[in-house]
């Protein structure tokens, strides 16, 4: 994805490898391109480390547009076909309160409070299906 | 003191320092016949029921403050001391029921009360009379506005507190166990206070790290759609958080606003009531209740 010249300063978001999950942390508002750049690297690495998880860090946001909404269902759609259960997380009070009321409700995306709780349900979910068999 | 002059004469607007010196003598005139003037108005708002909610005596000390301070207005032209007292007077009467129209009706029965005894006064000098009345009629309105407006000014006062007050009233977010809140909501939700709950809530989420939500509204009769739209929107951002959100205690009526309107039921999370709905929480929380051993007796 090539940048148009958009004003805001392009961003690398880091994705970083943790056990079986990857996680992305977004430390300010990206740029449209800097999303798609960052669900392209998202499915990209899921298919290379084999991830069984990916989680999307959100804290810093301090507004969620649609696009950025739209962009991160997919995300979650995308990383689901291939293998891997995708959480937001950080999602603050006044956003979230914004958002609904836009109707972006991020629906079929799962979320949790933090780091910490995506964590965990990932890991009984991960769990789950090795006491399953698969 | 000029001549009468005839009712089609034109008759040139007295000047200020003739205005203060009519003023000056209508004072003098209503100090003089103080008592009886105050004994004919306290008869008058018997008369009209008016100030039911009041005994005699307490109408005849009320009805002496006005006259004294309506006076004084009329004396020194300046208006502060007779706000403050209205204001005052309102305070104390509001509680007792007083309503609005009989406030205005005293006052406009003091001013009827003071007219005709200047006419009775001046009924031998048409001209002079006039002028005293030139000179009173703006005082009097003046007057009557003045504790009229304190009055009502009070009134909204006091229903702006009692709505801040009910606003307050407002839903404590209550942890009862690791990761549950508990939000009881009752009485009467407007837009905002929905809204305001909303933003409580949800920072309330945050702080307590909370999985489960229940949001009873027992004590709540009805919801137009609005309200309920907010509800639901609180269900979908509490689930942005990663928490579940359960409401319990929908009356007929606010089950019936919900499924008219049109909500996604399938997005609301519902049990019948608190109790039903805190087990439920638990369940999903990986509680399991038991009781081990009989109640402790009382010491």
Redesign the interface.
């Known amino acids: 994805m090539l940048s148009n010249g958009d004003e805001r300063q392009n961003v690398e978001v880091p994705i970083l490898k943790q056990g079986h999950y990857l996680i992305a942390t977004f430390q300010a508002a990206l740029t449209d391109e800097d999303l798609l750049k960052l669900q392209e690297g998202l499915v990209g690495q899921v298919g290379k480390f084999r991830s069984r998880g990916v989680i999307v860090d959100v804290t810093a946001l301090d507004v969620m547009d649609s696009f950025a909404a739209r962009t991160l269902r997919a995300l979650a759609h995308m990383v689901r076909l291939r293998g891997a259960e995708t959480f937001i997380v950080g999602i603050q009070p006044e956003v979230a309160f914004a958002m609904v009321q836009l109707g972006l409700t991020l629906e079929g995306v799962s979320t949790a409070l933090d780091l910490e709780e995506a964590i965990y349900l990932l890991d009984r979910r991960v769990k789950g299906a090795k006491v399953r068999g698969k | 003191m000029s001549k009468s002059s005839e009712l089609t004469t034109v008759v040139m607007p007295p000047s200020a320092a003739e205005t203060s010196e009519l003023l000056r003598e209508l004072v003098a005139h209503l100090r003089k016949n103080r008592t009886q003037l105050r004994q004919e108005w306290a008869k008058r708002i018997t008369e009209a029921k008016l100030l039911t909610a009041m005994s005699q005596e307490e109408i005849f000390a009320e009805a002496t403050s006005v006259y004294d301070n309506y006076v004084e207005a009329l004396e020194t032209g300046t208006f502060e001391a007779l706000q403050a007292y209205a204001r005052n007077l309102s305070e104390r009467i509001i509680p007792r029921g007083v309503e609005t129209h009989e406030v205005v009706g005293i006052v406009l029965l003091l001013r009827d009360v003071l007219a005709r005894s200047l006419f009775a006064k001046y009924q031998h000098d048409f001209g002079l009379l006039n002028r005293i009345l030139d000179a009173y009629e703006p005082a009097a309105n003046r007057i009557a506005n003045t504790v009229a407006v304190g009055f009502v000014q009070e009134r909204e006062r006091t229903i702006r507190q009692q709505q801040e007050a009910i606003r307050e009233l407002s839903t404590p977010v209550l942890q009862v166990r690791e990761r549950l809140l508990i939000l009881p909501i009752i009485g009467v939700i407007d837009p905002q206070r929905a809204r305001q709950l909303?933003?409580q809530l949800?920072?309330g989420?945050?702080t307590n790290?909370a999985?489960v939500v229940v949001i009873d509204i027992t004590g709540v009769a009805a919801m137009d759609s609005n309200v309920a739209n907010v509800l639901v929107?609180t269900v979908?951002?509490?689930?942005?958080?990663?928490?579940t959100v359960i409401v319990t205690g929908l009356s007929p009526e606010i089950a019936q606003t919900l499924v008219t309107i049109g909500v996604d039921l399938a997005k609301m999370n519902t049990v019948g009531d608190l109790q039903g709905g805190i087990e439920e929480a638990e369940r999903l929380l990986g509680y399991k209740v038991v009781q081990f051993s009989d109640a402790m007796p009382q010491t």
């Open positions: 909303t933003e949800l920072r989420i945050r790290r999985k929107q979908e951002a509490s689930r942005l958080l990663g928490a």
